[in-house]
């Protein structure tokens, strides 16, 4: 799993944090996009517009997981991140 977060960090992937706001707010990774679980589909043309690949995120591994299927079967190069504490261990907080 690491390696591939790695590899997508490395390709300057976006990373997409579908916890609450409530959630967020009590924490993030300041690159992240914040986008709540229950919005992605209605979100779905904004998340491609970004033409990057995508690591969803979220406070377990849940919810990044369902947003992580729902895009894969739209088309979008994401992967799960799981917890967003383990993206962040990767970034370099600035």
């Not at 979100?43 to 591994?61: D, T």
Request: glycine share 8%.
């Amino acid at each position: 799993m690491s390696v591939e977060i790695k590899d997508y960090l490395a390709k300057e992937a976006v990373i997409l944090d579908v916890r609450t706001k409530t959630e967020w707010d009590e924490g993030h990774i300041a690159s992240a996009k914040h986008i709540v679980l229950n919005l992605i589909p209605t979100e779905l043309e904004q998340i491609k517009s970004w033409n990057k690949s995508i690591i969803a995120v979220c406070r377990s591994g849940g919810r990044s997981g369902q947003a992580t299927q729902f895009l894969q079967q739209h088309g979008v190069d994401v992967i799960n991140g799981g917890p967003w504490q383990n993206v962040a261990q990767f970034i370099e907080q600035s």
